[in-house]
């Protein structure tokens, strides 16, 4: 009898020692679990504040122009966050993420190298003479588009936007005045449809457009006319015909060079209103019939 209650005070005590062992255990693989599941979030916390990082780069990136400075925000902000992303890079461990994070590690990794390289690059690159100008031309270009897009009643008036256009005009001579090299194709290409909407309203070429030089030779020529009947010179004064042929041929030549949409009908009303000027009145017959 004693035996068998000894027998049964030993297994209830390997039980409760077994009890104490499989709770130690469940204890520590839910604390393991614990440690790997915050270990995770914080590897996914990272991957996400390391994309948005990259994110921000990769669009000073693709907003930089060529042989111009960064500037403003972007000179600050462009190495501490290449900083940042280098330190977080440095102390993740790629061999204790999942399959898909790893892969997520490598892309960030390769997106990093990509605008270490650019931004080091852009260090070294040699400033255009014309960079101010290049600055003020694509302000304006952003500027531009974005009021066709909300519409011009809303942000800016009609008026003020083809006083915009012209400037941006004006500013792309300065670029190549200033960096005859200078490439403009793409600024070009977004500043056409601008350009055909000025042309349109105001009847007048840009400076940078072909045709220009002769629209504006016509007009010199135009002015010439109107001062000579200003001056009340007789319809067939020969420098008024002079003057009226030569914009005549100006304005041709301009129409011939110029876009499709350049219809300069003030010009055209301005030569015929002269040319009627120059018609001599024929006299009345005083004969007796």
Do not use: C
């Amino acid at each position: 009898m004693k035996t068998a209650y000894r027998i049964s005070l030993l297994l209830l005590g390997a039980f409760v020692l077994l009890s104490n062992a499989e709770i130690t255990m469940a204890a520590d693989k839910q604390v393991q679990w614990k440690n790997k599941f915050r270990y995770q979030q914080q590897v996914e916390d990272t991957i996400t504040s390391m994309e948005k990082s990259l994110a921000a780069l990769e669009e000073i990136q693709q907003e930089a122009l060529p042989n111009v400075p960064l500037g403003g925000v972007a000179r600050t902000v462009v190495p501490k966050q290449l900083k940042f992303v280098r330190v977080k890079l440095r102390n993740l461990d790629p061999d204790k993420m999942p399959e898909d994070a790893q892969a997520t590690f490598e892309d960030l990794k390769k997106r990093y190298q990509s605008v270490r390289v650019f931004f080091a690059q852009k260090e070294k690159e040699v400033a255009s003479p014309a960079q101010q100008f290049v600055r003020r031309l694509y302000e304006n270009l952003e500027e531009l588009e974005a009021s066709s897009e909300t519409g011009a009643s809303e942000s800016m008036s009609e008026e003020a936007r083809l006083l915009m256009i012209w400037d941006t005009a004006r500013n792309v001579t300065r670029v190549q005045e200033r960096d005859a090299n200078y490439p403009l194709e793409k600024a070009l290409e977004r500043f056409e449809p601008h350009a055909e909407e000025y042309v349109v309203a105001k009847q007048q070429l840009l400076e940078i457009q072909p045709g220009a030089e002769q629209q504006q030779h016509a007009l010199y020529y135009l002015g010439l006319a109107q001062k000579r009947i200003e001056s009340d010179v007789p319809p067939d004064d020969a420098k008024l015909k002079q003057f009226l042929e030569r914009a005549e041929e100006l304005i041709k030549e301009s129409r011939e060079l110029a876009p499709s949409y350049y219809n300069p009908e003030h010009m055209d009303e301005k030569l015929e209103e002269f040319r009627d000027y120059t018609i001599v009145p024929e006299l009345e017959s005083t004969e007796p019939t």
